[in-house]
Each structure stands twice: as structure tokens, then as C-alpha cells.
């Protein structure tokens, strides 16, 4: 394993070790197409049909043919919306919200080109919905309703099963990307009205370029990409055989390591995150701290910026991510960061943690050790920043031309 | 992350300079706090040959940010002011071996800076003279608000128009898209609908040679050949327009409105490209309407 703290499991993570063992044969003695009726063939649908399963298992859903394999969870998405499209052609409208991942706001925006009407839901300070605004904009004009589950930035949870509910109530599809959910919250489809749900093995300990979308058996479907009959011709394309095998494996892992997400994951999320807030001032938690993934916090560290931050980290081989302008090349810090209001001499200091199974509490000390000096040591280049505490009316006193 | 040079590494992480110079006689505060930068440069020139003696910073900002205000302090010290005011961003990026064409705006933050305390050394207002926009070509380093200044000064067109102009959209081609929608706002300005399907403005020379008289005779020419193929279906063609690449044509009798009609444009665009020798359109006269009512020339 390789040396230092990884700390940016919502970014990617690493692959189990089981995971690995599991899918190498894949690649030599089991290198057979699913499709091909001959014994190399065979074998290799029937270990497909197992990780369907093992799927199938940690979703709660009912039938394994609702699992269709896609190459990502961006696949997914646009899949789940543009289906939804074509499947309706007389709804042109779409509900999500305004702190989506890329995946969904990209393809939005986009269709709002071709003149579908978007809805994008605003939150509030704490990342948090509307529902009286999200039950008035549900009508039959609807085509699909597209939330997420949880937010990859922040962590902050949706209710997503109540907005499916509503949504079913109100006769439109409800998807969830839930990219950030799967393999953190247990999940209970069966017993719930989300109707399509996009995941991303490399999420939970699978590999790079595998996703999963579940259809709920019944729901109105376009494939997105045509051609032969896999994944009963809803999505073109010889099977990836070693990491569907692989992200079977990894969802069994997943069911199995649940109760430690909750309780191991999380205290240790805690630790750190008490430890920063006690050590440093002027820093705060971002979205709804008592709504969120057990394995992620944000933090905002004010007056000064978070690709610096993240380059002192790495140094000393700490990993984690920032929301800041730079670390994406743009000029404006990150959208969740903006949707919440957070200022912008905070949202371009966020730093996000994000923990995983592999992670220890040693490793939290170590950060905990390492986060105040960084801090500092930024602080004393900062104009906004004098001695202990933000310069007095840092508006005035620092008050750069061309803002 | 970003592929930074040693020198940049090395500045960001030993920035030289750091803090206020004490007793300092020019301030210069520049940068934009929703773009996450912001730099404060302090000096004390001596009064006597304005050489400036001392320089420090204080930067909100990035690593390169960071490197880029640490770079300038060491460039500027020693300096006459009007040698100073003569370094140029590309200087302060050179300095430190290069920036990412996204970062290119911390070494421009640098050079205000300094004009900045200049001018507050002079006791005049600096202001502000480049506006930036988000990076859209990331080949070139090119940002919005060149991209749309050029538009509206030279009314562009067309991507490749912009490509001419400014460079941006001539590498990878992932801004395409950008510059489109660019386009589409700018022109919109001026009551003008943005035509993907539209040729670079500059008059195309004819590659295959001919003068216009000799290619538009060719042309003729070439439809000719083809129409007895047609006539024996029972339809027609008709030269309307030759516009550059885009060849306007009617087509008459049983061929207008046949399913077979874009089939039969295709037909006639290779018999042309091949008989001009070179990579011409051929438009149906539905094309040259909406082009005419458009405003589009
Ligand atoms: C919430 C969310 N949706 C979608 C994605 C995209 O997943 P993938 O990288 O598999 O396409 C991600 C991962 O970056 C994510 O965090």
C-alpha cells in the first residue's frame, strides 16, 4: 500500500485487496464474452449473474434484472434522464436541484438548450431543501425528477425517499444519483418509490469506469446506447466482465462493512472534525452537519484559499480536496459552496475530508496536528488576515481594485 | 493537480518577501475576491532615484498565486520604478519557468499590483485597465472576455472566425461548444441568430486555382452534367447563389420536396467537389432564405 493519509474517498477510492483477487482471473483463464454460448463464454455469465446479485442485495431491490451495468455513474445519469425524455416526449420538463454533481447539471443545462424547462431546487445555508417549493413545481408537465442523494462536496443528505414518494404521488419518475449514498447508507429500494438510481464502483472499493443503473422493474425505459442484446438490450455493449465481477465483490463488502461506516467511519469523521474546529479559529463546518454521510465533512477555513492549503497538506502526504476556484482552473468557487451563500472568503478556503474503511484514527491525529500551522502559516501571507484575527472591516481596509 | 515547474514549487512553499514592508511608500491592492485571489504589494522606494529598495506582499490565493507575488518582489527589488513598470506578466511567469495556461491570471494579478503602488506612490488613481473572464480555451490560454470583445469588435461569425482572430478553439476543440454559446450571446445582441452551419466570413479563396469568373463557369458547367440524370426522373436542378464554399441550388419538378432530395443535394456536392477540386456545399434554397432573412451575409 502506498504511503500517506488518503483522506479523498469521495473523490475516488481504493480498490479492496479482495476486490483485486476476485476480478484478476478475468483478465487470463476467464477471458470468455457472457454472450458466447461455448464453455469460456459460460462461465463468465453465470459469475455475472452472482455479482448482479450481490448488487441486487445491498440496493434492496427486488429483482436482479432491475441492475443494468453501465460504464459509470455519469453514464447512468444521463441514461436515467434522457430515457426519461424520449420515453415521454410530451413532458419537457425537469425537477433537480441546484447543488447536482456535474454529471446531471451539465446535461441540464445542455437541454435547456434544446428548450426543456429545468427547475433547479435551492437550498439553503445548510444545504438543505425546500419541499413546499419542490411539491409546487411537481405537475404532469414532468418528466423526470432528478435529486441526489447525497452531495459529494458537503455530504449533506436529501430525503430522498419522502421525495420519491411525492414524486410517485404525483405520477413522475424519480431518479437518484446516488453515487455518494451506495456502500454508506443502507438502502431498502424495494420498499420505496425511487424509481431509477445511478452508482459508481469506484465509490466503494471497486474499480475506475464501472457503474450500475437500477431500473425499477415496470418504468418507462430508452436505452441510451443501442446495439447488441446485453443487459436485455438497455445498454449496448460487451459486458465488463472483471469489474462487474469486481463491483459485486465490493457491494457484498460493502453490505458487510455497514455497521462500521456508521459507527468506526464516523467517529472517526468526528474526531477530526472536532479536533480542526477546537485547534483553529475562524473555521466552520459547511452543509447540515446533522444530516450527512458518515464519512464526510467540509471545512471552511476563512481568509485564506484551499488549493494552497491542499499543496502544504500534500507535502506532507496528507489527500484531501478543496472547493476552491483554482483546484478546478475556474474563476468561481465551487457551486454547492456559492448555493449554500457560504462568503467568498470562506468557500475559497473549503477543504473537504473524506474517510474510508482503510482510514485509522492515528491518521486523524496526524491531521489534527497538521491542520493549524498550515492554516497559520497562510494566514500570515493573507491581506485579510492581521496577527490573530481578520483585519477590522476587512471591506475597507482591504478593499481591492477590480473586484 | 497541476503540473507546477520546481521554480513555482519552490516559491509557493519559500515565498521570499512575505508580509508588509514597514514604513512602506506605495500600496497597491489588487484581485477579485469571487475569483479567489487578491494580492496586497507594499514597497518603499527611495525618494531620491526611485529605485525601489524594499518589497513585500501579502496574497489571498492559490499556490501559483502565491509564487507569482513572491516572484515579482524578488524581479521589482533593486529596481528604478520605470524599470519596474516596464516587467511585463510574461516576465513574472518566465520567472518562475512557466504557469498553466489556467493560472497565467495570478502573474497578470502581479504586474497590476505593482502598477497599483505605483501610481498610489505617485499619488494618482490606477485603474484598472483588463477585465478577465473565465479561461474557455485552455489550448491558448484565451478568456471569455477577449473571445467576446473580439466578436463585437470584428463581427465574427463562426467558430473558425474566432479561431482566426483570437486563437481560441484552434487545438483540442473541447471549447467549441463555449464559443458557440459565446457566440450565440453576443450576436444575440445585435438581433442576429448564430448559425452553426455557417462559413468562416472571410471571402474563401478558391483553392482549385481558378479566378471567379473561370470557377463560377465551372460550376455551371458541372450542374449541367448533371441534369439529364434528374430531367430523366422527371425533376430538375437550378443554380441559385455560389457564396464562398456554400453552392445554393433549387431543385425543381419531381425532385423538390422528394424524399430522395438531400440524397440527390449529396450527389451533386461530390460531382462538384470532385469536378472543383476542392471542399465546396451545396445548400438547398431553403438555406439561402433563412440566410438572407437572417441578416446574415
Ligand atoms: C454525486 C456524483 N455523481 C456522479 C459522479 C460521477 O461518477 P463517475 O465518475 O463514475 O462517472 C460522481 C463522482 O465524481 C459523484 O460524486
Not at chain 1, 478475468?26 to 469460456?40: A, D, I, R, T, V
Not at chain 1, 431543501?129 to 405537475?139: F, G, T, V
Not at chain 1, 462536496?153 to 444519483?177: C, K, N, Y
Request: net charge negative; hydrophobic share 40%; proline share 4%.
Amino acid at each position: 500500500m502506498t504511503t500517506g493519509i488518503y483522506l479523498d474517498n469521495n473523490a475516488t477510492t481504493m480498490v479492496a485487496p479482495e476486490v483485486v483477487e476476485e476480478m484478476l482471473p478475468f483478465f487470463s483463464e476467464q477471458f470468455g464474452n457472457p454472450s458466447s454460448l461455448h464453455q469460456f463464454g459460460n462461465k463468465v455469465g453465470r459469475r455475472l449473474k452472482k455479482a448482479r446479485k450481490q448488487i441486487q442485495v445491498l440496493l434492496g431491490a427486488e429483482h436482479d434484472s432491475e441492475i443494468i451495468f453501465t460504464s459509470c455513474g455519469t453514464e447512468s445519469d444521463s441514461t436515467a434522464i434522457l430515457s426519461a425524455l424520449k420515453a415521454q416526449p410530451d413532458r419537457r420538463t425537469i425537477i433537480t436541484t441546484i447543488v447536482e454533481h456535474p454529471a446531471v447539471l451539465s446535461l441540464c443545462e445542455y437541454l435547456e438548450k434544446d428548450d426543456y424547462i429545468v427547475h433547479y431546487l435551492k437550498v439553503d445555508k445548510k444545504g438543505r431543501l425546500d419541499m413546499q417549493e419542490y411539491i409546487s413545481l411537481l405537475s404532469d408537465e414532468v418528466a423526470i425528477v432528478s435529486i441526489m442523494w447525497a452531495n459529494n462536496e458537503s455530504g449533506t443528505l436529501f430525503p430522498i425517499e419522502e421525495m420519491a414518494e411525492l414524486s410517485r404521488s404525483a405520477g413522475v419518475i424519480f431518479h437518484t444519483d446516488a453515487v455518494q449514498a451506495v456502500g454508506k447508507l443502507p438502502m431498502n429500494l424495494k420498499e420505496n418509490s425511487v424509481d431509477m438510481l445511478s452508482l459508481s464502483g469506484h465509490k466503494l472499493h471497486a474499480p475506475k469506469g464501472i457503474g450500475v443503473l437500477y431500473l425499477r422493474r415496470g418504468v418507462r425505459f430508452r436505452p441510451l446506447l443501442r446495439g447488441g442484446h446485453q443487459e436485455r438490450g438497455r445498454r449496448a455493449g460487451t459486458e465488463n466482465s472483471a469489474s462487474i465481477v469486481a463491483l459485486g465483490k465490493a457491494c457484498e463488502m460493502a453490505q458487510e462493512n455497514m455497521w462500521h461506516e456508521k459507527s468506526e467511519v464516523k467517529a472517526m469523521r468526528d474526531r477530526l472534525e472536532h479536533g480542526i474546529i477546537e485547534a483553529v479559529s475562524h473555521c466552520f463546518v459547511t452543509g447540515d452537519p446533522n444530516n450527512r454521510l458518515p464519512n464526510t465533512c467540509n471545512i471552511a477555513f476563512e481568509y485564506i484559499e484551499g488549493e494552497a492549503i491542499l499543496l502544504l497538506l500534500n507535502k506532507l502526504g496528507i489527500a484531501a480536496s478543496s472547493g476552491s476556484a483554482c483546484t478546478s482552473g475556474s474563476l468561481e468557487p465551487s457551486h454547492v459552496m456559492r448555493a449554500m451563500d457560504i462568503p467568498f472568503t470562506a468557500a475559497h478556503g473549503s477543504v473537504r475530508f473524506s474517510f474510508s474503511r482503510y482510514n485509522t484514527m492515528e491518521e486523524v491525529e496526524k491531521v489534527i496536528r497538521a491542520v493549524p500551522p498550515i492554516v497559520a502559516q497562510l494566514r500570515k501571507l493573507s491581506p485579510y488576515w492581521d496577527g490573530n484575527g481578520p483585519v477590522e472591516d476587512s471591506e475597507k481596509v482591504f478593499s481591492p481594485n477590480y473586484a | 493537480m497541476w503540473d507546477y515547474s520546481e521554480t513555482v514549487q519552490e516559491h509557493f512553499f519559500n515565498p521570499r518577501n512575505a508580509g508588509a514592508v514597514e514604513n512602506a511608500n506605495a500600496t497597491g491592492d489588487v484581485g477579485s475576491l469571487s475569483c479567489g485571489d487578491a494580492l496586497r504589494l507594499t514597497l518603499k522606494i527611495d525618494k531620491k532615484n526611485e529605485v525601489i529598495i524594499r518589497a513585500g506582499f501579502q496574497t489571498f490565493g492559490c499556490g501559483s498565486a502565491i509564487a507569482s507575488s513572491s516572484a515579482l518582489t524578488e524581479i521589482i527589488k533593486g529596481m528604478t520604478i520605470d524599470n519596474a513598470l516596464k516587467v511585463s506578466n510574461q516576465d513574472i511567469a518566465d520567472y518562475l519557468d512557466g504557469l498553466p495556461p489556467e493560472k497565467m491570471h495570478c502573474s497578470v494579478m502581479g504586474r497590476e499590483a505593482l502598477h497599483a503602488a505605483i501610481a498610489n506612490y505617485r499619488g494618482e488613481v490606477w485603474q484598472d485597465d483588463h477585465e478577465e473572464g473565465a479561461l474557455v480555451c485552455k489550448c491558448f490560454a484565451i478568456d471569455e472576455v477577449l473571445i467576446e470583445e473580439t466578436i463585437r469588435e470584428n463581427a465574427l461569425k463562426t467558430v473558425e472566425d474566432v479561431s482566426n482572430f483570437t486563437k481560441a478553439g484552434g487545438g483540442c476543440s473541447s471549447c467549441h461548444e463555449g464559443i458557440e454559446n459565446i457566440l450565440a450571446r453576443v450576436m444575440a445582441e445585435n438581433g442576429e441568430k448564430f448559425d452553426p452551419n455557417a462559413v468562416a466570413g472571410e471571402i474563401v479563396k478558391p483553392t482549385s486555382g481558378l479566378t471567379n469568373i473561370q470557377r463560377m463557369k465551372r460550376i455551371d458547367a458541372l450542374i449541367d452534367e448533371i441534369r439529364p440524370n434528374l430531367q430523366r426522373d422527371h425533376g430538375d436542378v437550378e443554380l441559385l447563389e455560389v457564396d464562398g464554399k456554400n453552392i445554393y441550388v433549387k431543385m425543381t419538378g419531381a425532385c423538390s420536396g422528394c424524399h430522395m432530395a438531400t440524397t440527390t443535394l449529396g450527389g451533386i456536392q461530390q460531382h462538384l467537389a470532385e469536378g472543383l477540386g476542392e471542399f465546396i456545399q451545396v445548400l438547398p434554397a431553403e438555406a439561402l432564405v433563412q440566410r438572407t432573412s437572417s441578416g446574415a451575409q
